[in-house]
């Protein structure tokens, strides 16, 4: 029960700063509406859901990019954008300071090489409590290993509140 207090402010403060997430999945199953609900009152209200990448939105993850990206690897794209979402997944690698990270049904595709990205979602997600659970983990990875001491200074404190009152 002592926990809540510090949890309220670790969301206020959350949403002060807020990371910026984008995730592109063209099964509705995965990353569905109550997923995003539920992630959305843990504190991580930023987040865009997206089933295919087109022209349009290819441009705004390359112009205007998220903090993080997360795709998958089969059925996201429209054919004249890119091959599938690895390519994607390298092309915002190299071009852009998002934190890219891929995920599929079919861990086989994830194996490539050529491709670098910031993580990898060895299981699709399957419940709303494994999705937070994953969301809290590529936060954390990404605080660590992409974001200055002094960018989302205040999303850091909230964060480490709520993980704390979670944990």
Known sequence: MKHKPLQGIGKF?????????????DEDIYFNKDMLNIASNAGFTKIDRHSKIDNLLLS????????????DV????????????MQIASLLSRT?????VVTSAHQFHLVND?????????????TT?????????????????KSSFYKK??????????KKSVA
């Open 96 to 100: 852009t300071s998002s934190y890219v």
């Open 114 to 126: 050529m491709t670098k990205v910031d993580y990898i979602m060895e299981n699709k997600i399957q």
């Open 153 to 162: 200074v205040l999303f850091k404190a909230g964060f480490s509140m709520l």
């Open 129 to 145: 409590a494994d999705f937070v659970d994953e969301l809290i983990e590529i936060v954390d990875d990404f605080l660590k290993k």
């Open 74 to 85: 089969q059925g996201i794209t429209e054919p004249d954008v890119a091959k599938d979402g």
């Open 13 to 25: 403060l959350m949403k002060l700063n807020n990371v910026n997430i984008c995730i592109v999945d």
């Open 60 to 71: 705004r993850l390359q112009n205007k990019p998220y903090d993080i990206v997360i795709l």
